[in-house]
């Protein structure tokens, strides 16, 4: 579970998803944000960006759900970790068809699916939705900054 101000460190990062650089992190994770705040000022704000960007909120989204629903290596498979398994890989291929196929009606639709997804899998309650999505944002900005650092650092 992730507590209301902490994120698990030992999530690794999905292999099929590339690193967004930070400000498309922020961007999706504030959209999000926005739609499960029913805030629709600042998800209106935001939502042409987050629509011209098909594969943005699906970029969201699988380094969330990938770690919880992947097959792990600390534990003995059984059938129910490969059906878990199977069912983040649809549920991945969902958001990606739904992105691809309707990008301007997918925005909210995904956004809310995500939140809907950490308040019950990822939050120590449903109710704490919104502080474990802060969380996850900061986590992924953090990331994602690390991994500009180290790039521009390669290039010098």
Partial sequence: MIGTATVRQELPTSPIVPSLPPHLVQLGFDHVLAVQAGDNATAARLAPEVKQLSELLPAIVEPVVFPVTALSDDTEPCADSFVLDEVGVLYLMAIREWATHAPAAAAPGIARTLAHFVGQVLAD???????ALRALRDERVKRASAVVE???????
Wanted: glycine content about 0%.
């Fill in 125 to 131: 309650a449903p109710t704490d939705v919104v502080p």
């Fill in 150 to 156: 180290n790039v521009v650092a390669l290039h010098r």
